[in-house]
């Protein structure tokens, strides 16, 4: 089924470029003039790829699973790989043998326990940011952040979680610089982790209720599904990559904009119990997926567009989420906006299976650094990732703690 599609299209000239160097909030500048002139664009960059920037079109895409599918390729640009990393690399119903494995453990009652451990990380992270010299609050904060909790919710020693929260972020800015050797030796090691974690918890035999290797062991050894020992270390592997890129980028996201809103800051102080309303508009406003990708399995048409099969579609989730005909006043930040059925973590059967955890762990450092400072703001120009996540890669910040703190 898959198209060839390195050589272009001779009919079919590129219509936009999305790999440009951007600065806090220009792509979204970008995506709105798309929406209104061209909301469903070809590029040739990649390989060649469509871009789905309504709200109606990414809905369309991630539900339908027969039609668009993930197996062939599921970022833009497509990464070459060895072998299926499930979930991610697998359509239902194949997918759903793993969900099933990994959606019981992320419920609220095991996360709820994890708390203590956020908490704990946010706290050390902060007191190092206050302190820093020149503190940058991805590097310094958000970054080594998301890898604690991702560690705490894995059940893994300080020793290894420290290990990992070393790898994972080297990990992570070598995806943001592309950089195949590092990006490679970064990949093995984290393989190596996953196998770590995998038989260093089945050891300690815990319930698979709680325990994400535990409940991926005991599916593998259901004969109904095709879970092997192997699929479930590639799954821990899988989730270990997905669970520091994306949180990072987001949390990074929502300390630029509170650094640029001191209103907002003075609110969420004195009124915490706001916190959760702000998160869901920081996270509509601020989504950072934009390179999950469908592939067409036939020729369909999207937009008036002729889609062919085996071309690629972007889903631009950050564009989705500010669609002028969905939400009104788009740009802008509402406290209580009714009805924010935004996309930060997808939608479908390929939906953010930690959104639960996310939001957690973003309530607890968000409350964690606003209480523990009186204000914080940019100190230097925000440098962006590249295309593979929305959200910032440096945040140089001035920030002054709390008095008693």
């Known amino acids: 089924m898959a198209r060839d599609l390195a050589e272009g299209h001779p009919l079919r000239s590129s219509e936009w470029e999305p790999a440009v160097h951007e600065t806090f909030g220009s792509a979204h500048r970008d995506y709105a003039e798309l929406r209104a002139g061209n909301p469903f664009p070809w590029s040739d960059a990649f390989g060649g790829f469509w871009s ?4 109606a079109d990414v809905l369309r895409v991630t539900g339908d699973d027969d039609l668009f599918i993930t197996s062939v390729q599921n970022v833009v640009p497509h990464v070459p790989r060895s072998s299926r990393r499930p979930p991610l690399h697998f359509d239902p119903p194949e997918h759903t043998a793993y969900r099933q494995a990994i959606d ?10 994890r708390e203590p451990q956020f908490r704990a990380s946010a706290e050390e992270l902060l007191a190092g940011l206050v302190a820093a010299e020149s503190p940058d609050a991805m590097r310094d904060f958000a970054a080594p952040y998301v890898v604690d909790c991702f560690a705490a919710f894995l059940g893994v020693p ?3 979680a ?3 929260r070393e790898v994972g972020v080297r990990y992570s800015f070598a995806i943001q610089d592309m950089d195949d050797a590092v990006i490679g030796r970064c990949s093995a090691e984290l393989y190596t982790i996953a196998e770590q974690i995998y038989r260093d918890r089945l050891a300690a035999d815990p319930n698979p209720d709680q325990d994400l290797a535990a409940s991926l062991h005991e599916a593998a050894s259901d004969p109904v599904n095709h879970i092997t020992e192997k699929s479930a270390i590639a799954t821990i592997r899988q989730m270990i ?5 994306a949180p990072q980028a987001i949390l990074g996201s929502c300390l630029v904009h509170l650094a640029t809103a001191p209103e907002l800051q003075r609110h969420l102080r004195e009124r915490p ?3 959760p ?6 996270l509509r406003l601020h989504a950072p997926y934009r390179v999950f990708a469908r592939t067409a399995r036939r020729d369909t048409t999207i937009h008036g567009r002729e889609v062919r099969a085996g071309e690629p579609i972007a889903l631009i989730f950050p564009s989705a989420n500010r669609d002028e005909g969905v939400f009104e006043r788009p740009d802008e930040f509402v406290l209580r906006r009714p009805n924010n059925s935004h996309l930060a973590f997808g939608r479908g059967a390929h939906r953010c299976p930690a959104a639960r955890m996310g939001r957690i762990e973003l309530r607890i450092a968000l409350e964690t650094v606003l209480t523990g400072t009186e204000w914080f703001e940019l100190a230097g120009e925000v440098e962006m990732m590249n295309w593979l996540e929305y959200g910032p890669r440096a945040v140089p910040i001035a920030i002054r703690s709390r008095a008693g703190r």
Not at 52 to 55: G, L, Q, R, S
């Open 241 to 245: 990559v997905a669970g520091m890129g």
């Open 273 to 275: 119990e706001d916190l």
């Open 104 to 113: 019981p453990v992320l419920r609220g009652v095991n996360l709820r326990a």
């Open 158 to 160: 300080s020793d290894l």
């Open 162 to 164: 420290r290990h990992i």
């Open 277 to 282: 309303v702000a998160i869901e508009e920081l």
């Open 52 to 55: 789905a920037t309504t709200y």
